[in-house]
């Protein structure tokens, strides 16, 4: 079986990622791929940054007005949005080598795709166990 691992990258644009998965959707119907394109999505969380010396620098006679502030500047720190990479594996077997070159090459050139950072790790890489593992490990 000829079986490659798309992942890209699109850091916190939801709106775009969700475009590819749709694009991906549409093209798994129209061209009756079934499972021979899987999609997966992972969010990595990013962890809020604490800034040690602004917390220490705090005024000891601080304003309430000051306090709500701080309150939502700590809100948004924590509300921040995920990554959001796009994990895209192509499954064809031995005699569809056409099929799965022209998928290869057509997924990356799709707007959706072109304008983001991608890899593609192919069965014979040596990082294509680990990328298999994590695809198969997310939901």
Same mark, same amino acid.
């Given at each position: 079986?000829? +079986?490659?691992? #798309?992942?890209?990258?699109?850091?916190?644009?939801?709106?775009?990622? %969700?475009q590819a998965r749709h694009k991906?959707?549409?093209?798994? +119907?129209?061209? @009756? #791929?079934?499972?021979k394109i899987a999609l997966k999505? *992972? @969010?990595?969380? $990013? *962890?809020?940054?604490? /800034?040690? =010396?602004?917390?220490?620098?705090?005024?000891?006679? =601080? $304003?309430?007005?000051?306090? $709500?502030?701080?309150?939502? $500047?700590?809100?948004?720190?924590? %509300?921040?949005?995920?990554?959001? @990479?796009?994990?895209? !594996?192509?499954?064809?077997?031995?005699?569809?080598? #056409?099929?799965? %070159? @022209?998928? #290869?090459? !057509?997924?990356?050139?799709?707007?959706?795709f072109k304008t983001v950072k991608?890899?593609?790790? !192919?069965?014979?890489? %040596?990082?294509?166990?680990?990328?298999?593992? !994590?695809?198969?490990?997310? /939901?």
């Amino acid at each position: 079986m000829a +079986q490659s691992i #798309l992942i890209f990258e699109f850091g916190t644009n939801e709106e775009a990622a %969700q475009q590819a998965r749709h694009k991906v959707e549409g093209w798994k +119907q129209a061209f @009756r #791929l079934g499972d021979k394109i899987a999609l997966k999505f *992972e @969010r990595i969380a $990013k *962890e809020p940054k604490i /800034d040690a =010396a602004a917390e220490e620098e705090k005024p000891s006679g =601080a $304003k309430k007005g000051s306090k $709500k502030s701080e309150g939502k $500047k700590g809100e948004e720190e924590t %509300q921040e949005k995920p990554e959001i @990479r796009i994990l895209l !594996r192509l499954n064809f077997s031995d005699h569809e080598k #056409l099929s799965y %070159q @022209r998928w #290869l090459d !057509r997924i990356p050139a799709e707007e959706p795709f072109k304008t983001v950072k991608s890899e593609t790790v !192919r069965q014979s890489d %040596q990082a294509f166990a680990e990328a298999s593992g !994590r695809f198969d490990s997310l /939901d």
